[in-house]
């Protein structure tokens, strides 16, 4: 009985951080939007009436959840054996370089759904590549994962560029808009009325579950968890930590990847410089609010979408930037890591 | 190309310094205590941002220089506050506030985009500037291009020769055994830290205030921050180093724009990934270096050890581990 009353207790706990996180994120906002001299509660409806407001705005919040939170099934894999995967947004983009490049073969192929799938696959190899040599760098060459990670963006940044301007460039003009629209057999199918992409939800909701199933309940998930808690541990019980280390990021980038895929296939129909459209970096922010955990990042994921989509608002009806989405984000997590820290303060002085 | 052209587009390269030799000893005296302060491409926009907008309201550079300034030392401040004394990841802490800072600039920013305001003027140096050719290259600028300068060998100094400097790199490398010295670390790092940011906060309001005067949305800065992190690691943590990796980014730059004719299908931003690839390179020498006697070492060509040697250096051994006294 004691256990049930512990648990209750948790959930009561859980409750009030929650509560405590929301009131100061809205605390905050608001504050923000007085100094800025904007109508807070204005401001607020058009977020939500802008991101939830119809089908079709729901339907535009998908289509940006289906990156992110493949991102952040991604960076679940990496954080779990304690690599601050900052790398994603290159791998986002390796896999969406990696997908054009078979889609560009696919133009003459014919048979487009085999292309399709097979851009899939390139994209999940082109993310995990990226991922991989970031591993590598950290094992064999002493990089650290944030550094590699980090100059890796870079790298496919400029290759993307690099691309766009010479050996992909639309015939005659190069520019910043990106290459040429892939012909629209190519593009990933979607739901006309809503421009959803049922494939895309379909391969992401996949992706979470399988996620969950391999962290929660197999060898692998207790390996990445073992090695991630206590290195020295693991590897006096018998576990690699330099192998795990690799299948850890090859499954992250692999993940990054995917969205970077559907980024191309199911969103920009082609690759542009900005083709991750920062989901890499705000997967981050997803999964250090959701404390490192698979389980409720989904549903931070959608809120953090419905931001972004209702912020496209903010310039038109209140000429404010919409950056506050990105404000709010940030300072939602900084409000997070307050009250985390609050709360491991509070369990080792009850211990 | 003439003498004088030169000595003018090698002055550029010193002006575009400026503000990534800022940040960059800025970001070396703090990781040399220990802490890694990942906010800086935020906060360079968001100082680069408050500078401009209070040196326009004011029509006071000065008040702007201090604003910018003390947006950075704020902003690292709270990264080391919520790192060493509430025990958060320095990374996490770190990185969020690079993204929020961003955004914060942008939204506070947006109504002063493409405003003329007061920029720093050129002020050459009485006598120096006449000096042929170096006149050009260092005595030309503005006061912050000098202030820079000046910060490098400050800190080599401060850092390398005085007892202060020696308690710094003590923190950085032990604070357990620095503390049992009598060193109280945490307000050590923390104040380090601010240090630092403070630099960086300059290094933004040189942006807006002198080399690419004015807000903008984009402003120009972005990426500078990276930029700066790659560098102090190039640098091998040694200020004088560092600066060097700063001209070197900035020579490159130049000609970068220089060179655009000769190869028109590259975009400018290419060259600006540089730094990346180099940053990683040189940290695998460093760690190939410290496996010294490995065979793969004494197998290398004689360059490549040479390079090591030359680039040698290593990472404050618990920067980024946050120490709590016990």
């Keep these: 009985m004691e256990w049930v009353a512990g648990k209750k207790e948790n959930m009561k706990r859980t409750l009030l951080e929650i509560g405590v996180i929301l009131g100061g994120v809205f605390a905050i906002t608001t504050l923000i939007l007085v100094v800025a001299g904007a109508p807070p509660m204005q401001a607020f409806y058009h977020l939500i009436a802008g991101s939830i407001g119809s089908w079709l705005k729901v339907a535009q919040v998908l289509m940006g959840w289906i990156p992110l939170c493949l991102c952040a099934c991604g960076l679940v894999y990496s954080f779990r054996i304690g690599l601050w995967n900052i790398g994603v947004e290159g791998q986002v983009v390796a896999g969406a370089v990696a997908a054009t490049f078979v889609l560009r073969l696919g133009v003459e192929a014919g048979s487009p759904g085999v292309m399709l799938v097979l851009a899939f696959f390139g994209g999940l190899l082109g993310g995990s590549l990226w991922a991989i040599i970031a591993g590598f760098l950290k094992i064999k060459g002493g990089v650290n994962e944030i550094f590699g990670g980090l100059g890796m963006n870079f790298v496919a940044q400029g290759i993307t560029l690099w691309l766009i301007f010479g050996p992909w460039k639309r015939p005659g003009v190069a520019s910043m808009s990106g290459t040429e629209l892939f012909p629209t057999n190519l593009w990933l199918p979607s739901i006309a009325s809503l421009r959803l992409s049922p494939t895309g939800l379909g391969l992401t909701i996949a992706v979470l579950l399988v996620t969950a199933w391999v962290l929660s309940r197999t060898r692998l998930g207790l390996a990445l968890k073992g090695i991630g808690n206590n290195p020295r541990a693991a590897y006096l019980h018998g576990l690699k930590p330099n192998r795990y280390i690799i299948i850890a990021m090859g499954l992250a980038g692999g993940c990054a990847g995917l969205a970077g895929t559907f980024q191309v296939t199911g969103v920009y129909h082609r690759l542009i410089p900005a083709i991750s459209s920062n989901y890499g970096y705000l997967a981050l922010l997803v999964v250090m609010l959701a404390n490192y955990r698979i389980g409720i990042a989904p549903a931070i994921a959608f809120f953090f979408v419905c931001l972004n989509v209702g912020g496209i608002q903010l310039p038109m009806m209140l000429q404010l930037d919409s950056s506050l989405s990105g404000i709010i984000q940030g300072i939602c997590v900084l409000t997070a890591l307050l009250v985390y820290s609050w709360r491991r303060k509070r369990t080792i002085t009850e211990e | ?326």
């Design chain 2, 1 to 326: 190309m003439s003498e004088i052209d030169l000595a003018v587009l090698l002055g550029s390269v010193v002006a575009g310094a400026a503000p990534i030799v800022l940040a960059s000893v800025g970001e070396t005296i703090t990781e040399k205590s220990g802490v890694i302060n990942l906010s800086l491409d935020g906060s360079i926009l968001l100082s680069a941002m408050v500078a401009f907008v209070i040196s326009y309201e004011t029509q006071n550079l000065l008040l702007g220089f201090a604003g910018g300034a003390a947006v950075g030392g704020l902003i690292a401040a709270i990264v080391g506050i919520f790192s060493i004394y509430l025990g958060q990841s320095q990374v996490a802490v770190g990185f969020v506030l690079t993204l929020t800072a961003k955004d914060l600039a942008y939204f506070f920013g947006n109504p002063y985009a493409r405003l003329y305001g007061p920029q720093a003027a050129p002020w050459p140096v009485p006598w120096l500037h006449k000096i042929p050719f170096l006149g050009e290259l260092f005595f030309s600028h503005s006061v912050m291009i000098y202030v820079s300068i000046f910060m490098i060998f400050f800190w080599w100094w401060y850092l390398q020769r005085t007892p202060l400097g020696l308690r710094i790199r003590a923190v950085g490398e032990h604070p357990q055994a620095a503390y049992a010295r009598g060193t109280n670390s945490r307000l050590a790092q923390l104040r380090y830290t601010v240090m630092g940011g403070l630099l960086v906060g300059l290094a933004g309001a040189t942006f807006s205030l002198c080399i690419k005067p004015g807000w903008g949305r984009p402003q120009g800065a972005e990426g500078t921050g990276w930029i700066a992190l790659a560098i102090v690691i190039f640098g091998g943590w040694h200020p004088v180093r560092v600066a060097f990796g700063a001209y070197l980014f900035s020579f490159l730059q130049v000609m970068g724009i220089q060179f655009q004719g000769l190869w028109p299908s590259v975009p400018s931003q290419v060259f600006q990934v540089a730094p990346f690839p180099l940053m990683i390179f040189t940290l695998v020498l460093m760690y190939a270096a410290q496996q010294g006697s490995s065979d793969a070492v004494s197998k290398a060509p004689s360059w490549l050890r040479r390079l090591a040697q030359v680039l040698s250096g290593t990472a404050p051994a618990s920067l980024g581990k946050p120490f709590r006294p016990e």
